[in-house]
């Protein structure tokens, strides 16, 4: 970690006027994790699951993951709900006779302007197993989340899609955060049970958006020296080009 051993460096160097945030606790990092999955990545991640040895695909034994809608499973403290098709792939990878692990990748989606701000971003991956919703009552309360969160998937839901779907519960049961830059964000594991407990502290989608701890922009936090020495040597212009290069834009 290049970035980390790097920075002690660039701190001493730094003006009294520049305070940095504190770092993240790991309770504050879980919260954010759920307003993340919440309200921040349109319900969108990339899902995984790995090709059996004996596979007849060109990548036995490798991991496969694509883009998925996903919604949160109702009363479920932080379960998600999916729509699986067996036709898929990375469901079948998932289905009996297989062991029904995947993970689920979940990226902050908001604030992308201007220049790439991806590296300090907050993401998460979801570690869980599949599970089939059976009962009928159930499967029609999936069902109206899955279409609260993807109003477009009822063109593809139930028996009158293109292909045959059922509703699942991924029931998590690891998970790991990557909220930003480790100076000030939280990056490990998160434990199950805090996992569960912080739905009850998360915010409003409002004050998650308006109040979210956006990756520190490098001469904010006097990260630039590790972006290269340019940003201090040709200040004025240059600085001028930076900023507009790496501010968030909303
Ligand atoms: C995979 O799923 C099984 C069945 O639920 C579970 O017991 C096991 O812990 C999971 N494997 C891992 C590595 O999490």
Redesign the pocket.
């Known amino acids: 970690m290049r970035w980390t051993s790097l920075l002690p460096l660039a701190l001493a160097a730094l003006s009294p006027s520049h305070v940095l945030a504190a770092r993240e606790t790991l309770d504050e990092a879980a919260v954010h994790v759920r307003e993340l999955i919440s309200y921040r990545a349109f319900n969108t991640g990339v899902l995984m699951s790995v090709f059996p040895d004996d596979a007849q695909v060109p990548v036995p034994g490798l991991p496969f993951g694509l883009q998925e809608y996903y919604a949160e499973y109702p009363d479920s403290n932080g379960d998600i709900l999916l729509l699986a098709m067996p036709i898929a792939a990375i469901y079948r990878n998932a289905l009996p006779p297989n ?3 995947l993970t689920l990748t979940i990226n902050d989606m908001y604030g992308f302007g201007k220049g790439n701000l991806a590296a300090g971003r907050m993401r998460v991956a979801l ?1 869980g ?1 599949l599970e089939p919703v059976e009962d009928e009552n159930e499967a029609e309360r999936c069902h109206q989340a899955y279409l609260a969160a993807h109003p477009d998937a009822r063109g593809w839901i139930g028996a009158g899609g293109p292909h045959s779907n059922f509703f699942a519960r991924m029931r998590v ?2 998970v790991y955060a990557f909220n930003g830059f480790g100076d000030v964000a939280y990056i490990g594991w998160v434990p199950l049970d805090l996992y569960r407990e912080s739905g009850a502290k998360m915010r409003s989608a409002k004050e998650a958006h308006r109040d979210w701890p956006v990756p520190r922009q490098p001469e904010e936090a006097g990260l630039a020296t590790l972006f290269g020495e340019q940003l201090d040597q040709e200040e004025g212009e240059a600085e001028g080009k930076a900023k507009a290069r790496f501010r968030i834009q909303w």
């Open positions: 062991p029904p692990n570690y197993t049961n690891k």
